[in-house]
C-alpha cells in the first residue's frame, strides 16, 4: 500500500507540475500577443512620421526644381557683374580710393592676393586695407562698401586709436576683405 501511494502520489505531483508548465507556457504566449497587438500601432505610428517626412522632403526637391532656373539666372548675373581679372586690380583701388575720399578718410595701405578657383572661372582676391579718420567717417566708408556695386565680404575689421601726433578723436582701421573677379573660361 505504501508503494501505491507513493506512485499515486508522484503522479499526482506529475499532473501539477505539467500543469504549472503549460499555466506559463500560456501566460507567456499571452504575454506575447499582447505586446504584438501594440506593436502594430507603434509601427503604424512611426511609418506615419516617416512619410511625413519623405513627403516633406519630396516637396523641398520639387520646390528646388521649380525655383532652380531662376536661381541659375541670379548665380549668372552675379558671375556677370564681377569685374573681370585683367582690370579688376585697377578699378578696385580706384573705387576704394573714392570711398575713402568721400568718407573723408585716408587710405594707408591696400594689398591684393590673388588665388585662382579651379574650375569655377573665377579669382579670389583677399584685401589687406588701413584706413585712418574720425568714427563717424569710419562708419560712412563701411555703408558705402556695403552698398558698392562690387561685392565685399569684410571678414575681419581693427580699430585701433592713432598716435599722439594725430587729431585728437582719430582712429585706424584694419580691413581684412575678400571679393571675386571673373576671369575667362
Known amino acids: 500500500m505504501d508503494r501505491a501511494i507513493t506512485v499515486r502520489r508522484r503522479l499526482i505531483l506529475g499532473g501539477l507540475t505539467l500543469l504549472l508548465a503549460a499555466d506559463l507556457a500560456l501566460a507567456g504566449y499571452s504575454w506575447h ?6 506593436k502594430p500601432m507603434v509601427q503604424l505610428a512611426e511609418d506615419s512620421r516617416k512619410l511625413q517626412l519623405l513627403s516633406a522632403d519630396i516637396e523641398r526637391a520639387e520646390k528646388i526644381r521649380h525655383d532652380l532656373p531662376a536661381t541659375i539666372a541670379d548665380c549668372d548675373r552675379f558671375d556677370k557683374g564681377l ?14 580710393d573714392e ?22 572661372n ?46 585728437p578723436g582719430a582712429l585706424r582701421i584694419g580691413l581684412h576683405m575678400k571679393t571675386y573677379f571673373r576671369t575667362l573660361a
Not at 569685374?83 to 578699378?91: F, I, V
Not at 583677399?126 to 561685392?151: H, T
Request: aromatic share 4%.
Open 122 to 167: 573665377l579669382t579670389e582676391i583677399g584685401l589687406e586695407a588701413s584706413v585712418s579718420g574720425e568714427y563717424a567717417n569710419i562708419v560712412k566708408f563701411m555703408n558705402s562698401l556695403q552698398r558698392s556695386p562690387n561685392s565685399y565680404i569684410v571678414e575681419s575689421l581693427t580699430l585701433q586709436a592713432e598716435g599722439q601726433s594725430a587729431a
Open 83 to 96: 569685374l573681370p581679372a585683367s582690370t579688376g586690380s585697377s578699378a578696385l583701388t580706384a573705387e576704394l
Open 99 to 120: 570711398l575713402a575720399r568721400k568718407s573723408g578718410l585716408q587710405i594707408q595701405s591696400v594689398t591684393f592676393g590673388h588665388k585662382d578657383l579651379a574650375g569655377r
Open 33 to 38: 500577443t499582447a505586446t504584438a497587438v501594440r
